[in-house]
T-cell receptor, first 111, second 112 residues
Framework: DADVTQTPRNRITKTGKRIMLECSQT?????MYWYRQDPGLGLQLIYY???????NKGEISDGYSVSRQAQAKFSLSLESAIPNQTALYFC??????????FGDGTRLSIL | QQQVKQSPQSLIVQKGGISIINCAYE??????FPWYQQFPGKGPALLIA?????SEKKEGRFTISFNKSAKQFSLHIMDSQPGDSATYFC???????????FGPGTSLSVIP
């Protein structure tokens, strides 16, 4: 089983819909992150959380929200999806000052 | 403004050749420089990393060279193999801040 699991792996939806992407981990890490990957731009940090009661905005948080339901679960929501949010989304986890471990991503298409 | 610049955007190397990817940064507070490897359909995975107190780190066929004064670092893949074909991201972070800034990535193709 994967240490960092993202669901769904693929999603196609329409403009204006609310979308939730979920991430769960079995690594026991305190820190969790959501990134967006676009061709030619690398990975951009959307939100991150250093423990259950901690939520921080990243570089590109506008249009997104997150919830840290438990140490092992971190979900990303798009309240009203728009086409330019079409991208590959990655969740990652880490311990303090340690490398990040990534899930296999969610490919999101917004029509 | 891109805090970590990476070149080339894509690279084709023959099997057995040397692949070289270059990165540059501006923020002198960065103190940790990892490289990630990403295969299609997978998330990035840590390949090798270096801190600025050393100028080179080697792990198998992969070597990071680091030039602190020029604020540049590079990944060298010796004896490149088709299985090395992937996208490579350089990155930088301030350890105590624990947020990683990624470069835009290099798509490497190793041809037989």
């Amino acid at each position: 089983d994967a240490d960092v699991t993202q669901t769904p792996r693929n999603r196609i939806t329409k403009t204006g819909k609310r979308i939730m992407l979920e991430c769960s981990q079995t690594k026991g890490h305190d820190r969790m992150y959501w990134y967006r990957q676009d061709p030619g731009l690398g990975l951009q940090l959307i939100y991150y959380s250093f423990d259950v009661k901690d939520i921080n905005k990243g570089e590109i948080s506008d249009g997104y929200s997150v919830s840290r339901q438990a140490q092992a679960k971190f979900s990303l929501s798009l309240e009203s999806a728009i086409p330019n949010q079409t991208a590959l989304y990655f969740c990652a986890t880490s311990d303090a000052n340690q490398p990040q471990h990534f899930g296999d991503g969610t490919r999101l298409s917004i029509l | 403004q891109q805090q970590v610049k990476q070149s080339p955007q894509s690279l084709i190397v023959q099997k057995g050749g040397i692949s070289i990817i270059n990165c540059a940064y501006e923020n002198t507070a960065f103190d940790y420089f990892p490289w990630y490897q990403q295969f299609p359909g997978k998330g990035p995975a840590l390949l090798i990393a270096i801190r600025p107190d050393v100028s080179e780190k080697k792990e198998g066929r992969f070597t990071i060279s680091f030039n602190k004064s020029a604020k540049q670092f590079s990944l060298h893949i010796m004896d490149s193999q088709p299985g090395d074909s992937a996208t490579y991201f350089c990155a930088a972070s301030i350890t105590s801040y624990d947020k990683v800034i990624f470069g835009p990535g290099t798509s490497l193709s190793v041809i037989p």
